[in-house]
């Protein structure tokens, strides 16, 4: 990323549509992300997202310490509510330019600003396919939201430590779509369906 912004809320509005397409028979179901059930997804998108909303708010604290590979946040009875407000309040965090600029904290790690978006919108942007396919709806990501997704993947391709985070790069064919690009850099198999 460089210092050029990007508007979270074309994403952030995909997510929150996706969410709106989930039943309570989806929730205990598989997701591309083998430790999570649909319902664990949601929970980590609620708390990723309070925590990335805070980092842009150079809010630092518990949302923003909190190491990703700690407890899922509770899913409660108010999430479908509580989601797209948190999604809201995400993506115009991110339209303040000062968000993008000096350092800030998420998942308990410290980094510049323009690096905490590109995760933010990382995740929006892979979790959303997660989302998806777990519960059999189209997805069409946000095209500026994708791009910075694949290039901060791409860029992390070479690194060492990607394994603590992400899964093995799935070869995709080069003339594969920019999406099933994107998603075997994350790690996983752009073909996923739940069993049946």
Excluded at 8 to 28: D, Y
Excluded at 78 to 85: C, D, I, S, T
Excluded at 94 to 118: C, N
Aim: with cysteine.
């Amino acid at each position: 990323m460089t210092d050029t912004t990007l508007d979270l809320g074309p994403q952030t509005r995909v997510v929150a549509k996706l969410a709106e397409g989930v039943h309570e028979e989806h929730m205990a179901g598989r997701t591309p992300c083998p430790d999570y059930t649909v319902q664990a997804m949601l929970g980590h998108i609620l708390g990723l997202t309070a925590a990335f909303r805070d980092a842009a708010r150079k809010d630092l604290g518990g949302t923003t310490d909190t190491p990703p590979q700690a407890g899922l946040p509770e899913l409660g009875p108010g999430w479908r509510e509580e989601l797209p407000k948190l999604l809201d309040e995400l993506a115009d965090a991110w339209r303040d330019p000062a968000a993008w600029t000096g350092m800030t904290r998420a998942g308990g790690v410290d980094l510049p600003g323009a690096v905490a978006a590109a995760v933010a919108t990382d995740e929006l942007v892979i979790h959303g396919w997660d989302l998806a396919r777990a519960t059999g709806q189209d997805y069409t990501p946000d095209p500026a939201a994708l791009q910075t997704s694949h290039e901060f993947l791409l860029a992390a391709a070479g690194d060492p430590n990607r394994g603590a985070i992400f899964g093995p790069i799935v070869s995709v064919p080069s003339d594969a779509s920019l999406l099933d690009r994107t998603i075997g850099l994350s790690g996983r198999e752009p073909g996923w369906r739940p069993r049946r």
